[in-house]
């Protein structure tokens, strides 16, 4: 996605589903803050990231599902409801420096790695 998008889920219950599974050019950067989300090359590949996602007021819960290669996620906060991050098929890394709500990792196979704080 070229441009940035804002999401916000209002009142009542709403749930933000970001799904990027179908992704599989090369192995991404995944920047993930408590209002935000965005995919990058890694640093090395030295490209522009994609639109930058920003959400607000998903009382539910955001659901991030990454792609199939092996991949890089950066938590460096979450949002107040509940985050569940879907990392993908490939051998991913996973670092967790900050969260605000609940956050649930589900690495669907590969040999992942989970670092929790710095």
């Known amino acids: 996605m070229p441009g940035d998008l804002t999401l916000n889920g209002q009142t009542g219950r709403s749930s933000l589903f970001i799904n990027d599974q179908a992704f599989d050019s090369y192995s ?25 996602i920003t959400y607000n007021g998903f009382s539910q819960g955001v659901f991030i599902f990454g792609g199939k290669r092996g ?39 590969g040999a992942d790695t989970v670092n929790v704080g710095q």
Do not use: C, K, W
Not at 37 to 42: A, E, K, V
Not at 74 to 95: C, R, Y
């Open 28 to 52: 991404a950067r995944y920047n993930i803050t408590a209002n935000s989300f965005q995919r990058s090359r890694p640093v090395r590949l030295h490209s522009s990231p994609t639109g930058l």
């Open 71 to 109: 991949n890089q996620y950066e938590v460096i906060g979450s949002p107040s409801s509940f985050m569940g991050l879907n990392t993908g098929a490939g051998v991913d890394t996973v670092s967790i420096l900050a969260t605000t709500g609940s956050v649930s990792v589900d690495g669907q196979g």
